[in-house]
């Protein structure tokens, strides 16, 4: 009986302890940035700001904040030569050396665009990068360290850049069965000086009917090279039942609907493995009637 | 005999009138035989707002077109200031992957959690490389792994490939995700870390063009250490790097 109650008074202390103790876990990285993109369109000489939000909601760390390049593909370059001048930290001022970002701080930082009258009128590929410095140990181990990145588009032009883009690819099958998919490979590539939204749909028209697909508004740098992808979870598919002969559209818009892009293809649809299987349906049927009815 | 092909031709036909329609998709676009309103910037208001620091337009009654015209300047949060109420959240846990201790000859495993959370604007990239491999204060460095390149299956910083030998040696890594590129997702498949040191590119190794999402994926260390491999104490840098799906 006594050593009952021992064993009840135990359970109890570690019920209590476990629900009350802090949970132990191993220290994160958690930054979220407000906006993700800022597009700018500016004339030589004028200047304009952008504020950014980062807030942190893991744990206390060194962080630092510097303008990185962009590649025509949207991603980090090593190219620190071209790294704007006319794009500053206007406030704080210290965030481009490494400062304590503690736990559930937030960070207003404000940037400063001012294109001199004499700069090249041109698309400026920047970001705004906020770099995490590891932690060092006394152990073998690997330090990670966090960037998060806020591309800054640039247009510094007087009345508009010239924008143009081609289809570069514009693949399917000629022939599907009528229960496939149809798989497409479609690539648009920029052809102009500027970068742009692509809006619009594929149009798919049958004998009966028709459909739209709309796409996904990416953005395509200068001289980018991009797919096109459905707004739908299968980027680059469209499913259903088709039969007979299909025209597919493709019908872009370069941003706002000036510029058109459009190209046709045409596919057919057969329901082939659907008739295979009927053919040797039938072939047992009548192999197996002549059994029957002759089974010598 | 007449009978099965009677049947088989009603199924045929009765199964093409159900599905002759591909199923219509949802467009954006308002239409009629008079008009049709296609997706553009349909703007509300036409002034400007401005203060210390910020500065915000507000598009009402105006193109783009028309204000930039007018003041020199546009800017926008992302696609039709779909960015500028977003925003991208990263997370990694742990800062450290402490791989104490070691043992020459059995392999570690040890796991990395990426947690990926944006808004209105859709997509974002992940990229992943090491500053260097994983090196001691003497210089002493623990090779990139090259999977079961002894088995004639190499892998390199852009392919995966199996390790599973005792006899390869190294530092790789797996991601498991559904964001993941599919050779990533392989079990027991590998590749060593792209290098800052060699000039290499970070990879991407989680990626998504969809917005409103939450993403996860587990990036899996595993460091086999040589026998002949010198005791000391080694080091390197992970860099996780997110970008807003441009």
Known sequence: MKYNKTVLLNLLICIILGKFAPAARAQSLSLSLTPPLTEVMIKPGKAISQTFTLINNGDDTLIKAEFKTLNENGNLSDQEEKIIPWLEIASPSLVAEPFLFKKGEQLKLVVNIHPPADTPQQDYYQSLAFITLPVAGRHTQSNISQILVSPILIS????????????????????????????????????????????????????????????????????????????????????????????????????????????????????????????????????????RTNPK | MIKTLKYSLILIFGFCLLNLRPSLAGAQDMSSESYQLQGGNFNITSESGTSSPARLIDQIGQTSAQIFSAKGILLQSGFLNKASGSSL??????????????????????DIFIVV??????????????????????GEQIPDTVCDALKNKPCSVYKSNLWQEKLSYGLGYHVKSQNTPREFNKEYFFRPFSSLSKKELPVVFMQSVEKKIKNSAVVTLKLHLSPQQAISIYQNELIFTAIPGI
């Open chain 2, 117 to 138: 959370e944006n808004g209105d604007f859709p997509g974002y990239s992940v990229l992943l490389s090491q500053n260097q491999p994983l090196t001691s204060q003497t």
């Open chain 2, 89 to 110: 959240n990263f997370t990694v846990n742990p800062v450290i992957v402490n791989f104490d201790p070691l043992t020459a000859g059995e392999a570690v495993y040890k």
């Open chain 1, 156 to 291: 510094v032009t007087e009345s508009g850049l010239p924008k143009s883009a081609k289809i570069a690819k514009f693949n399917f099958p000629s022939i599907i069965d009528s229960f496939d998919s149809l798989n497409i490979d479609l690539v648009l590539k920029n052809t102009g000086r500027a970068f742009f939204h692509i809006n619009g749909q594929l149009l798919l028209k049958g004998l009966i009917g028709r459909a739209k697909y709309p796409i996904i508004p990416r953005i395509h740098l200068s001289g980018q090279e991009r797919e096109i992808l459905l707004d739908s979870p299968q980027t680059k598919r469209i499913s259903g039942f088709f039969l007979g002969k299909y025209s597919l559209i493709a019908d872009f818009a370069l941003d706002e609907g000036s510029i058109k892009i459009v190209e046709e293809k045409v596919f057919f649809a057969l329901p082939w493995k659907l008739l295979v299987i009927l053919t040797v349906i039938i072939i047992f049927s009548l192999a197996w009637n002549k059994y």
